[in-house]
């Protein structure tokens, strides 16, 4: 069974950036598609970035393009995703997952206000 613990979040000042990270143990890291997910208060969970098992292709949703990246090291079992020029509307829990996982880790709160 696949186990994901996020970690990173925090408070940061609009324009400000975090690095997310999610660990993932319980299976073959090198063989699982991730992705990041947010949900923000009152909200319906969304999908942000997705990466292949390689990390040869990566994909986001359009409301992040540009502003995050995700990536991943597959020796250290670890998937990331580096935000920057954060805006109060990115203030939600971040969570990872998988092509393989059937539930959800506890996720990472991202605020980011003045």
């Known amino acids: 069974q696949v186990q994901l613990v996020e970690s990173g979040g925090g408070l940061v000042q609009p324009g400000g950036s975090l690095r997310l990270s999610c660990e993932v143990s319980?299976?073959?890291?090198?063989?699982?598609?991730m992705k990041w997910y947010r949900q923000a208060p009152g909200k319906e969970r969304e999908l942000v970035a997705g990466?292949?098992?390689?990390?040869?292709?990566?994909n986001y949703a359009e409301f992040v393009k540009g502003q995050f990246t995700i990536s991943r090291d597959n020796a250290k079992n670890t998937v990331y995703l580096q935000m920057n020029s954060l805006k109060p509307e990115d203030t939600a829990v971040y969570y990872c997952n998988c092509n393989r996982c059937s539930g959800w880790g506890q996720g990472t709160q991202v605020t980011v206000s003045s």
């Open positions: 319980g299976f073959a890291f090198s063989t699982l598609d």
């Open positions: 990466i292949t098992s390689s990390g040869s292709r990566t």
